[in-house]
């Protein structure tokens, strides 16, 4: 198959354009590089199965594929709040162009939706029923409701067009490949630890987050798209154990046998509290579920961050 990833040069779409070349796909990656890191790809750039193109995906784009995965979004708070206009344009113009090309071509398309479209949650663990506690107008809004608006595209166009769509929604991962200074957890504490830099806690330390090893998501993601036309989602696509934001700095001082300190921030507006998949829909309608835990993955992360400094 020819298949088009959006974003393919990030994190996450790094890691899925060498899973499908290794599947022996043909990849199109277009990408406007704003916060991905060109890096990531370079050394599959001599396989003559991947082509990369830079464009933005606000604008229209037209090729010949078989597939979409749609991962274009700035993702981190870092980059979303720094210019939110253009993150919110991304979510809906860059959905509605994708979507528009999929319907031409009568081929399956994949959206990269977030578990911040439940907000703060008010419950635990969180299922795809749950409509979200999201604020309209925060700092994070940008992303948390532009993600939001592009599922309601994603649903509208199937409903309307009968596209095939399929929406996951991708709680926390990490893994190789993720940017340095992206302002994500997992990243700052890894960078502060191998710094020997105070470790920065925003709040008591006490909310929780459910880490996803970026193997294992790629296969999550594969086996969605793969996944019968009746099944669109959303589907929750996470690790379902949780860990206090207190207990993964101390695991990761253990890990780089750092001499970081501790120290506490402030929590920033509309931070959520708790995240905790409820992956049901995926055991049963993709039987996937991660199998890399949280201590695994850091020392393979730690040893990529250290291998980039």
């Known amino acids: 198959m020819r298949i088009l990833v959006t974003g393919g040069s990030g994190f996450i779409g790094s890691n899925l354009t060498e899973r499908l070349l290794s599947q022996g796909h043909q ?15 370079q050394h599959l750039i001599e396989n003559p ?7 933005d995906v606000t604008n229209p784009y037209s090729a010949e594929v078989d597939a979409i995965y749609h991962l274009a979004c700035p993702a981190s708070p870092v980059h979303y709040q720094r210019f939110p ?34 907000g703060d949650p008010t419950i635990s663990p969180q299922h795809e029923e749950y409509w979200g506690n999201v604020n309209p107008i925060g700092i994070r809004s940008c992303y948390d409701e532009g993600k939001r608006a592009a599922e309601t595209l994603f649903f509208d166009y199937h409903r309307q067009f009968n596209v095939n769509i399929k929406v996951a929604r991708i709680f926390n991962t990490y893994g190789p490949n993720m940017s340095p200074n992206d302002g994500r957890v997992v990243s700052n504490f890894i960078m502060q630890a191998l710094r020997s830099e105070d470790i920065t806690i925003y709040g008591d330390g006490n909310q929780t987050r459910s880490f996803c090893y970026i193997n294992d998501l790629v296969s999550g993601l594969i086996k969605l798209m793969d996944s019968p036309k009746s ?3 959303p589907i929750n696509l996470g690790n379902p154990v949780e860990f206090t934001i207190l207990q993964l700095a101390k695991m990761i001082i253990r890990d780089t046998n750092s001499n970081s300190k501790i120290v506490f921030r402030n929590l920033p507006q509309d931070d959520p509290k708790q995240r905790k998949p409820d992956i049901n829909l995926a055991e049963n309608l993709l039987d996937w579920r991660p199998k890399i835990d949280l201590d695994q993955g850091l020392k393979l992360t730690i040893k990529d961050f250290e291998s980039r400094m």
């Open 27 to 41: 990849v199109l990656i277009i990408d406007n590089f704003y916060t991905s890191d060109k890096k990531n790809i």
């Open 49 to 55: 199965s991947l082509e990369v193109v830079r464009h």
């Open 85 to 118: 206009v253009q993150t919110i344009k991304t979510c809906i113009l860059g959905s509605i162009n994708m979507l528009d090309l999929a319907q031409r071509l009568e081929i399956p398309i994949l959206l990269s939706s977030t578990s911040e479209v439940y």
């Open 231 to 233: 099944v669109t989602g």
